[in-house]
T-cell receptor, first 112, second 114 residues
Framework: QKEVEQDPGPLSVPEGAIVSLNCTYS??????FMWYRQYSRKGPELLMY????GNKEDGRFTAQVDKSSKYISLFIRDSQPSDSATYLC????????????FGSGTQLTVLP | DSGVTQTPKHLITATGQRVTLRCSPR?????VYWYQQSLDQGLQFLIQ???????AKGNILERFSAQQFPDLHSELNLSSLELGDSALYFC?????????????FGQGTRLTVV
């Protein structure tokens, strides 16, 4: 079983829709949670960065972490064709270990 | 632009050969991470350096090695290349080695082994 599971999609939505992207993780040591956006095999771009449980909002993006259920989500409001990309969740433990563990990515297409 | 620079962008080489990938971290960042991304494996952590010292190691093959130099740039050396080594190799950097520090990725080196 992978430490971070992510539905690979693909996910296709009309422009303006609310998008929900989700990941689950198994390691209770994970304390930091990130969402990256990756266009056409370019470098992953950091979108959101959260610590422990709760919500964080940045413009049209909201990241949500529920540590009790080991569930992390990214919501995109008023989705745009330019949001079409692969979205990767990532986790990082506290303590001495530092590497990010990624989900497999969800491919999103926003149709105009 | 993340500020992390990787060279070369593309590399085509034959099986059995050796290549070196280079990464310049963002200004001021002390920590460098290397990741491999293939279609079937996703983003896999290879190795991390902090201020010249190895800090963490993932599933990096013995044929692969890395180092971080005093000017903080890093190189990933891949030797005895096999067809299965074809992948995107990404470098990321962060300000420190501590958990909870945001990591920023370069644009990657696309390696094709023929």
């Amino acid at each position: 079983q992978k430490e971070v599971e992510q539905d690979p999609g693909p996910l296709s939505v009309p422009e303006g829709a609310i998008v929900s992207l989700n990941c689950t993780y198994s390691n209770s040591a994970f304390q930091y949670f990130m969402w990256y956006r990756q266009y056409s095999r370019k470098g992953p771009e950091l979108l959101m960065y959260t610590y422990s449980s709760g919500n964080k909002e940045d413009g049209r993006f909201t990241a949500q972490v529920d540590k009790s259920s080991k569930y992390i989500s990214l919501f995109i409001r008023d989705s745009q064709p330019s949001d079409s990309a692969t979205y990767l969740c990532a986790t990082q433990p506290s303590g001495s270990a530092r590497q990010l563990t990624f989900g497999s990515g969800t491919q999103l297409t926003v149709l105009p | 632009d993340s500020g992390v620079t990787q060279t070369p962008k593309h590399l085509i080489t034959a099986t059995g050969q050796r290549v070196t990938l280079r990464c310049s971290p963002r200004s001021g960042d002390l920590s460098v991470y290397w990741y491999q991304q293939s279609l079937d494996q996703g983003l896999q952590f290879l190795i991390q350096y902090y201020n010249g010292e190895e800090r963490a190691k993932g599933n990096i093959l013995e044929r692969f090695s890395a180092q971080q130099f005093p000017d903080l740039h890093s190189e990933l050396n891949l030797s005895s290349l096999e067809l299965g080594d074809s992948a995107l190799y990404f470098c990321a950097s962060s300000a420190s080695a501590g958990a909870g520090t945001e990591a920023f990725f370069g644009q990657g080196t696309r390696l094709t082994v023929v």
